[in-house]
């Protein structure tokens, strides 16, 4: 799939259940990714986000190859790409989140009532006050 270069938005499920893409590199200036853009688009294996995005929405990548493989077989905690947290399957009372996190896409840690203290990287962008869960101390490093 080939997106226009001049692209600002992907909206809200604007490839909801899409069954043919497989892979895809969102080009550089897009700067939302709307509330399940790409949700249940089951055969998407690969996808790039830019260093543009500044915001990601809830269940954008939901339903996706890419998210189920690494939910099912990474042995990492964090889903990162083009500065962008996209998903966590982590199980610490304290989370530090890696350098280059620029952006934590909406929902990220929305099931993990475990977390306790968060420590946030310099320059990440500003994130919404409900992303962690409530009583979550937030601490900048």
Do not use: M
């Amino acid at each position: 799939l080939t997106l226009p270069k001049d692209l600002k938005e992907l909206g809200a499920e604007t490839f909801g259940d899409c069954k043919k893409i497989t892979s895809i590199t969102i080009p550089e200036g897009v700067t939302t990714i709307a509330y399940a853009a790409f949700y249940h688009c089951d055969d998407l294996k690969n996808v790039v986000i830019p260093d543009t995005v500044t915001s990601v929405g809830a269940k954008a990548f939901t339903h996706t190859a890419w998210l189920d493989d690494f939910e099912q077989n990474s042995t990492e905690n964090f889903l990162i790409s083009g500065g962008v947290l996209v998903a966590y399957k982590g199980d610490s009372a304290e989370v530090t989140i890696p350098d280059g996190v620029r952006v934590i896409a909406d929902e990220v840690f929305k099931d993990h009532t475990e977390i306790q203290k968060v420590y946030l990287p310099a320059g990440i962008a500003a994130t919404s006050s409900d992303i962690f869960p409530e009583g979550t101390e937030i601490i900048n490093k």
